[in-house]
């Protein structure tokens, strides 16, 4: 046998019989390095399939809305001043270059020291954060990469879930791969949330420090990167526990970057703490300003703009305000708004540029959030007399002029009208005022006569081609439609006042000038079409008539502007108070009115009478000044004289001062700031003087009626009244002519025959010369060296006379408004015309009397 002995001498065993290791019993049989080692090389290579597969799906995803989200900015006209803005988010998007080296690297020493190295994840800055999570603690830097905090606000959202991570890990690999480090810095620091209501540094720089990013230093960007991380701890005008976190971290900030070689420690340790403005918490259309902001909105959505655009497409808008003007309507409203008995009393303002149409400057109210009502564009209170120059314009369309005559009497009753109109107080001018005293004066009666006569469509049609809507309320053919019954608007009322200052150019009224996207591109800009809706020549003489008004009539605070103004004054009752005007430059509009417009304003700011040449010329004079200073003095183009049709008469004459009585529909009685002067008339007298013609009567009689008695004012060169007898009056200068002339017709004194003779010598309480002819009746009157030449007919003195003698309006009825050198001088504003308007002034107030036509002998 071959089997082999044991040692021990007992029997020899075979192979097969040898001893084994005995088998692993219970948990060894499952975990030994065979099945962890597989297992390992399972997961790994799942793993890796697993973000293959991650890497093959997922893709970078378009931005999300809220990232994208952009401020809109509106500007003041100037294109660089800000008005306000409109944001979802308050996000103002700039480019790398503008973001200082200062605050990068801040923000990199605070957020993610290894930025510049990293692949767009850290597995240390994972680990680091797990194992702070894990004690308690806040991670000094936190667990994620700039590059992932940027993908995660700029991509994904705020979910708490292992996809959004998964997805985000991916994503932020792919970006870093993608995108330069810098602009992925720039990128984060865009959309980062920095407290405050702000998204992104440059809102968030002029939140913290008023500036600019591109201004920052490097303890402003170091305190920006300091308070980025959590603004709710970290900003230190939110509490004293707040204040010392902050310290600590901008302490922090400024070793990272030591640390990373941004800065030397000697310069870390100079840095100290900046300064750091509170929050100003406000509302967006807070304040007045809060109503341009309003309009501009309702602007851009007309123009097509949806409201995600608007608040969310950063926009740069530049408007039509002006800065200077839009603080001046503030103010003016501020200084001259009453306050005794003001509760409730509503101030609108309004400017446009003339031609243009561009609003330049609006008073809605006192805060666009408390009262969303605007007081200058929604309310449309009756405008009253402020709308007389438009009728004056359709009737110079329609062969009348300036010295067209119509009836000042009170009340103003044909059958036809219904109720009577009256003047205010009931004030009589006589029955044949020219149309330009009755602007000057307002005068209610004469307007309605002149209605009348044109028919109200007319005058309608001339205040819809100015500027008042279509569709204003009570807007409708009647004769009454001249004193305003119709609600307009502050804004439609300075952009009617627009058209005459723009010589008859109507442009409708706008805010938004232009618009450009986030990119700078122009996406929209205004096209200004105005166009011809008066001729140059009925604009020119409406607005002569209007610096008359401002000169000696109802409209008088305007003077205090200084420089060419027309203006008008208008009182609806006792509800409404108005101020419209304009220079060649700037058209504006003053409404006053209470609580909805139907409550009476009389007793506000202790005036029994509340009208339109108080309160409400004073705010517009002190709006204009302000909107005005520094701008240069322009001159109206000259008047244009318009000659009524068929008449011999037009241009400027006497007639124009009938009465020299002063008595305003508008007048307010508030006393005028300074002395009295010529330009501030003095109140009309119950009885009659030297200068005041009497009431005419209705019928001629043989005796001298109150019409034809009396010569009124101070005559230079002309002679008015009825013949009847004896001449008599006090001359006050020198008569040197001839008298040569017709007088034929039988006077009320029984006067037939011709006058042909000659006055000459130095007159002083009467008349040297000779006459020839038969007088009967009585010449009462003021001569001042002058010649009258004329016919006189019936009593009625009819014809040319050098200084334009008032025609008569009717038989018997004589109405002389003459006046004297001295007065005629100060109706020629030597210091507001040229040479040119002063000698064209002068000679049509020379010109001949217009005849009045027969048809209108029975409104005597």
């Given at each position: 046998?071959?089997?082999?002995?044991?040692?021990?001498?007992?029997?020899?065993?075979s192979?097969?019989y040898?001893?084994r290791p005995?088998?692993?019993?219970?948990?060894?049989?499952?975990?030994?390095?065979?099945?962890?080692?597989?297992?390992?090389?399972?997961f790994?290579?799942?793993?890796?399939?697993?973000?293959?597969?991650?890497?093959?799906?997922?893709?970078?995803?378009?931005?999300n809305?809220?990232?994208?989200?952009?401020?809109?900015?509106?500007y003041?006209?100037?294109g660089?001043?800000?008005?306000?803005?409109?944001?979802?988010?308050?996000?103002?998007?700039?480019?790398?270059?503008?973001?200082?080296?200062?605050l990068?690297?801040a923000?990199?020493?605070a957020?993610?020291?290894?930025f510049?190295?990293?692949?767009?994840?850290?597995?240390?800055?994972?680990?680091?954060?797990?194992?702070?999570?894990?004690?308690?603690?806040?991670?000094?830097?936190?667990?994620?990469?700039?590059?992932?905090?940027?993908?995660?606000?700029?991509?994904?959202?705020?979910?708490?879930?292992?996809?959004?991570?998964?997805?985000?890990?991916?994503?932020?690999?792919?970006?870093?791969?993608?995108?330069?480090?810098?602009?992925i810095?720039?990128?984060?620091?865009?959309?980062?949330?920095?407290?405050?209501?702000?998204?992104g540094?440059?809102?968030?720089?002029?939140?913290?420090?008023?500036?600019?990013?591109?201004?920052l230093?490097?303890?402003?960007?170091?305190a920006?990167?300091?308070?980025?991380?959590?603004?709710?701890?970290?900003?230190?005008?939110?509490?004293?526990?707040?204040?010392?976190?902050?310290e600590?971290?901008f302490?922090?900030?400024?070793?990272?970057?030591?640390?990373?070689?941004?800065?030397?420690?000697?310069?870390?340790?100079?840095?100290?703490l900046?300064?750091?403005?509170?929050?100003?918490?406000?509302?967006?259309?807070?304040?007045?300003?809060?109503?341009?902001?309003?309009?501009v909105?309702?602007?851009?959505?007309?123009?097509?703009?949806?409201?995600?655009?608007?608040?969310?497409?950063?926009?740069?808008?530049t408007?039509?305000?002006?800065?200077?003007?839009?603080?001046?309507?503030?103010?003016?409203v501020?200084?001259?708004?009453?306050?005794?008995?003001?509760?409730?009393?509503?101030?609108g303002?309004?400017?446009?540029?003339?031609?243009?149409?561009?609003?330049?400057?609006?008073?809605?109210?006192?805060?666009?959030?408390?009262?969303?009502?605007?007081?200058?564009?929604?309310?449309?209170?009756?405008?009253?007399?402020?709308?007389?120059?438009?009728?004056?314009?359709?009737?110079?369309?329609?062969?009348?002029?300036?010295?067209?005559?119509?009836?000042?009497?009170?009340?103003?009753?044909?059958?036809?009208?219904?109720?009577?109109?009256?003047?205010?107080?009931?004030q009589?001018?006589?029955?044949?005022v020219?149309?330009?005293?009755?602007?000057?004066?307002?005068?209610?009666?004469?307007?309605?006569?002149?209605?009348m006569?044109?028919?109200?469509?007319?005058?309608?049609?001339?205040?819809?081609?100015?500027?008042?809507?279509?569709?204003?309320?009570?807007?409708?053919?009647?004769?009454?439609?001249?004193?305003?019954?119709?609600?307009?608007?502050?804004?439609?009322?300075?952009?009617?006042?627009?058209?005459?200052?723009?010589?008859?150019?109507r442009?409708d009224?706008?805010?938004?000038?232009?618009?450009?996207?986030a990119?700078?591109?122009?996406?929209?800009e205004?096209?200004?079409?105005?166009?011809?809706?008066?001729?140059?020549d009925?604009?020119?003489?409406?607005?002569?008539?209007?610096?008359e008004?401002?000169?000696?009539?109802t409209?008088?605070?305007?003077?205090?502007?200084?420089?060419?103004?027309?203006?008008k004054?208008?009182?609806?009752?006792?509800?409404?108070?108005?101020?419209?005007?304009?220079?060649p430059?700037?058209?504006?509009?003053?409404?006053?009115?209470?609580?909805?417009?139907?409550?009476?304003?009389?007793?506000?700011?202790g005036?029994d009478?509340?009208?339109g040449?108080?309160?409400?010329?004073?705010?517009?004079?002190?709006?204009?000044?302000?909107?005005?200073?520094?701008?240069?003095?322009?001159?109206?183009?000259?008047?244009?004289?318009?000659?009524?049709?068929?008449n011999t008469?037009?241009?400027?004459?006497?007639?124009?001062?009938?009465?020299?009585d002063?008595?305003?529909?508008?007048?307010?009685?508030?006393?005028?700031s300074?002395?009295?002067?010529?330009?501030?008339?003095?109140?009309?007298?119950d009885?009659p003087?030297?200068?005041?013609?009497?009431?005419?009567t209705?019928?001629?009689?043989d005796?001298?009626?109150?019409?034809?008695?009396?010569?009124t004012?101070?005559?230079?060169?002309?002679?008015?009244?009825?013949?009847?007898?004896?001449?008599?009056?006090?001359?006050?200068?020198?008569?040197?002519?001839?008298?040569?002339?017709?007088?034929?017709?039988?006077d009320?004194?029984?006067?037939?025959?011709?006058?042909?003779?000659?006055?000459?010598?130095?007159?002083?309480?009467?008349?040297?010369g000779?006459?020839?002819?038969?007088?009967?009746?009585?010449?009462?009157?003021?001569?001042?060296?002058?010649?009258?030449?004329?016919?006189?007919?019936?009593?009625?003195?009819?014809?040319?006379?050098?200084?334009?003698?008032?025609?008569?309006?009717?038989?018997?009825?004589?109405?002389a408004?003459?006046?004297?050198?001295?007065?005629?001088?100060?109706?020629?504003?030597?210091?507001?015309?040229?040479?040119?308007?002063?000698?064209?002034?002068?000679?049509?107030r020379?010109?001949?009397?217009?005849?009045?036509?027969?048809?209108?002998a029975?409104?005597?």
């Amino acid at each position: 046998m071959s089997d082999e002995t044991p040692a021990d001498g007992g029997p020899a065993r075979s192979a097969k019989y040898r001893a084994r290791p005995p088998k692993k019993t219970g948990w060894r049989r499952i975990f030994n390095w065979k099945t962890v080692g597989l297992s390992a090389l399972g997961f790994f290579l799942l793993v890796v399939a697993g973000v293959g597969a991650a890497f093959a799906l997922i893709d970078v995803p378009e931005p999300n809305d809220f990232s994208t989200s952009e401020t809109t900015i509106v500007y003041f006209a100037d294109g660089e001043t800000e008005l306000g803005r409109f944001s979802a988010e308050n996000r103002e998007v700039v480019d790398s270059d503008e973001i200082p080296e200062t605050l990068k690297q801040a923000t990199v020493a605070a957020e993610d020291r290894s930025f510049y190295e990293n692949a767009g994840f850290s597995v240390t800055g994972m680990a680091r954060a797990a194992i702070d999570t894990l004690r308690g603690e806040a991670s000094a830097g936190g667990g994620s990469t700039i590059t992932q905090q940027y993908v995660k606000n700029y991509y994904l959202t705020q979910d708490r879930t292992i996809t959004r991570k998964l997805r985000e890990l991916v994503i932020s690999v792919k970006i870093d791969q993608d995108v330069d480090k810098d602009q992925i810095l720039a990128d984060y620091l865009n959309t980062i949330w920095f407290g405050r209501g702000t998204y992104g540094v440059q809102t968030a720089s002029r939140a913290y420090f008023g500036v600019d990013v591109a201004d920052l230093d490097l303890a402003q960007s170091a305190a920006l990167a300091a308070i980025l991380r959590s603004p709710a701890r970290y900003d230190p005008t939110l509490g004293a526990e707040n204040a010392e976190r902050f310290e600590q971290r901008f302490r922090y900030v400024l070793e990272g970057m030591v640390q990373t070689g941004a800065i030397d420690r000697a310069t870390a340790q100079a840095t100290k703490l900046p300064e750091i403005l509170p929050e100003q918490q406000k509302n967006r259309y807070g304040g007045p300003n809060g109503y341009l902001l309003k309009m501009v909105r309702d602007e851009l959505l007309a123009l097509g703009y949806d409201e995600v655009e608007i608040e969310t497409g950063g926009l740069r808008v530049t408007t039509t305000f002006d800065e200077q003007a839009q603080a001046a309507a503030i103010e003016a409203v501020r200084e001259e708004r009453p306050t005794e008995n003001a509760d409730g009393v509503h101030i609108g303002i309004a400017a446009v540029r003339p031609g243009d149409g561009g609003v330049a400057a609006l008073y809605g109210g006192p805060d666009a959030v408390e009262q969303g009502y605007n007081d200058a564009v929604d309310a449309t209170p009756q405008a009253g007399s402020v709308v007389k120059p438009f009728t004056l314009a359709a009737a110079l369309e329609n062969g009348y002029s300036l010295n067209s005559r119509f009836d000042g009497n009170s009340p103003f009753d044909p059958p036809e009208l219904g109720p009577p109109v009256n003047n205010q107080g009931d004030q009589d001018y006589g029955s044949a005022v020219s149309l330009e005293y009755s602007l000057e004066k307002s005068i209610n009666t004469a307007f309605v006569d002149l209605t009348m006569e044109l028919g109200s469509e007319t005058v309608v049609d001339a205040l819809t081609r100015a500027g008042v809507p279509e569709d204003a309320p009570s807007l409708e053919p009647n004769p009454r439609v001249t004193l305003g019954i119709m609600g307009v608007s502050a804004l439609d009322m300075a952009n009617s006042y627009a058209t005459l200052a723009a010589q008859g150019m109507r442009a409708d009224t706008y805010t938004v000038s232009t618009v450009t996207d986030a990119d700078g591109a122009v996406v929209y800009e205004r096209e200004v079409a105005p166009k011809r809706v008066f001729e140059e020549d009925i604009t020119a003489d409406v607005t002569y008539a209007l610096t008359e008004t401002v000169r000696t009539g109802t409209a008088y605070a305007a003077a205090e502007l200084d420089r060419p103004v027309a203006a008008k004054t208008g009182t609806h009752e006792d509800l409404t108070a108005w101020f419209g005007g304009y220079t060649p430059q700037l058209a504006a509009a003053v409404t006053y009115f209470r609580g909805d417009g139907t409550e009476s304003l009389n007793g506000v700011g202790g005036m029994d009478h509340f009208s339109g040449g108080g309160y409400p010329g004073e705010t517009w004079t002190a709006f204009m000044q302000g909107a005005l200073e520094g701008e240069p003095e322009e001159e109206f183009p000259e008047p244009a004289g318009i000659e009524a049709e068929g008449n011999t008469g037009g241009g400027y004459g006497d007639d124009s001062y009938d009465n020299d009585d002063y008595s305003d529909d508008d007048y307010s009685g508030r006393e005028p700031s300074g002395d009295p002067t010529d330009e501030q008339p003095d109140e009309p007298t119950d009885e009659p003087t030297d200068e005041t013609p009497d009431e005419p009567t209705d019928e001629p009689s043989d005796e001298p009626t109150d019409d034809s008695g009396d010569e009124t004012g101070t005559q230079w060169g002309s002679e008015s009244g009825s013949d009847s007898g004896d001449e008599s009056g006090t001359d006050d200068g020198t008569d040197s002519g001839t008298d040569s002339g017709t007088d034929s017709g039988t006077d009320s004194g029984g006067d037939s025959g011709t006058d042909s003779g000659t006055d000459s010598g130095t007159d002083s309480g009467g008349d040297s010369g000779t006459d020839s002819g038969t007088d009967s009746g009585t010449d009462s009157g003021t001569d001042s060296g002058g010649n009258a030449t004329g016919t006189e007919t019936g009593g009625n003195a009819t014809g040319t006379t050098p200084g334009s003698a008032p025609a008569a309006r009717g038989a018997g009825s004589l109405v002389a408004a003459g006046d004297d050198l001295e007065h005629r001088l100060q109706v020629v504003d030597h210091d507001r015309i040229g040479p040119v308007s002063l000698a064209f002034s002068l000679l049509m107030r020379l010109q001949p009397e217009p005849v009045v036509p027969a048809d209108r002998a029975d409104l005597a």
